[in-house]
């Protein structure tokens, strides 16, 4: 009797810079039903730099695509962005920065919202003390909070998946009309989760053809 083929899975991998970034995902891709791998297992080094390195070795394993999620509240405030460009442009095409300004807290305030505005929220204290906790009450950025994955679950009623991802979207849209990336709070998360919901369909099969590009991304190449 011939063994059955089973087609070769794409090798996702998805770079954190701290612990939201990995509850967050490890939530999404238990609650979604993804394929990739999560990294690092315990978040030590925040910079990207560092983070660039490890997606490198990743692919040097064999990954087919990693995706860096960054914020970049402290680049901007330490007047980093030209350098962070310049190592943005020197990734490989399989290796893709995932940018929020200011932070990830970003794209979950963006599950509440009807009709977000194009405005600047300077820090990500800012987006937390100002809006996110309107709508979660209590959120915190530790361990203990954020391991029992309630502010993601949370987020997700009332179809707020999807109206984060319109709400990103618009904004995304409204940055590609400026020049300057600090004018406007955004998030590119939702270009991450549209691609995993692509790569879903055909699951994660490496040689499909519609999820075996990239895709744009406001730093990358």
């Given at each position: 009797m011939m063994r059955r083929y089973r087609p070769l899975k794409k090798s996702i991998g998805i770079v954190g810079e701290g612990l939201t970034e990995r509850m967050y995902f490890d939530y999404i891709r238990s609650s979604r039903r993804y394929a990739f791998s999560l990294k690092p297992d315990l978040p030590s080094h925040t910079d990207y730099a560092h983070i660039f390195s490890k997606a490198k070795s990743m692919i040097a394993k064999?990954?087919?695509?990693?995706?860096?999620?960054?914020?970049?509240?402290?680049?901007?405030?330490?007047?980093?962005?030209?350098?962070?460009?310049?190592?943005?442009?020197?990734?490989?095409?399989?290796?893709?920065?995932?940018?929020?300004?200011?932070?990830?807290?970003?794209?979950?305030?963006?599950?509440?919202?009807?009709?977000?505005?194009?405005?600047?929220?300077?820090?990500?204290?800012?987006?937390?003390?100002?809006?996110?906790?309107?709508?979660?009450?209590?959120?915190?950025?530790?361990?203990?909070?954020?391991?029992?994955?309630?502010?993601?679950?949370?987020m997700e009623q009332n179809n707020g998946l999807q109206q984060a991802l319109s709400n990103a979207d618009s904004l995304l849209s409204i940055l590609n009309t400026k020049s300057d990336v600090s004018c406007c709070s955004f998030t590119e998360i939702s270009l991450l989760i549209t691609f995993l919901e692509t790569c879903k369909k055909c699951d994660f099969s490496r040689n499909c053809k519609s999820c075996s590009d990239g895709l744009p991304t406001v730093f990358g190449c």
């Open positions: 064999g990954y087919d695509l990693v995706f860096c999620v960054l914020d970049i509240d402290v680049i901007l405030h330490e007047h980093l962005l030209q350098d962070f460009q310049k190592a943005c442009k020197e990734l490989p095409k399989s290796i893709l920065p995932i940018t929020s300004n200011p932070c990830i807290e970003f794209w979950f305030l963006l599950h509440f919202l009807d009709c977000p505005k194009s405005r600047v929220y300077e820090s990500c204290e800012s987006v937390i003390n100002k809006a996110l906790r309107k709508y979660i009450p209590g959120y915190e950025k530790t361990e203990t909070y954020l391991s029992s994955f309630q502010a993601f679950i949370r």
